[in-house]
Nanobody
């Protein structure tokens, strides 16, 4: 069992930065792939970024590539999402997720555990 709690969301101006954190509890954290997804009102939940169990392989949605960076610290049982050059279209509730047996890492159905979400608001 893995429990995930996101933090770090808030209100920023366009062009600003935020770093989201997701703290995990439970054993075998290092065995899980981790992902970030987001959902804006009226839109489907979409993939943002993922990182495999080793931390050596990362994946990004085209919309955030070059601006966002996912990382993990297994010693701290934490995954991060550094968001730079934020745009109004980045505004959403951001969720972290964990799963084993993840293939692409980009599909929400691949993940077994989800956090409660943290709100990111970007003003123009």
């Amino acid at each position: 069992q893995v429990q995930l709690v996101e933090s770090g969301g808030g209100l920023v101006q366009a062009g600003g930065s935020l770093r989201l954190s997701c703290a995990a509890s439970g054993r075998a954290f290092s065995s899980y792939a981790l992902g970030w997804f987001r959902q804006a009102p009226g839109k489907e939940r979409e993939f943002v970024a993922a990182i495999d169990w080793s931390g050596r392989n990362t994946y990004y949605a085209d919309s955030v590539k070059g601006r966002f960076t996912i990382s993990r610290d297994n010693a701290k049982n934490t995954v991060y999402l550094q968001m730079n050059s934020l745009k109004p279209e980045d505004a959403a509730v951001y969720y972290c997720a964990a799963g084993r047996g993840v293939a692409s890492g980009t599909v929400s159905n691949e993940y077994n555990y989800w956090g409660q979400g943290t709100q990111v608001t970007v003003s123009s």
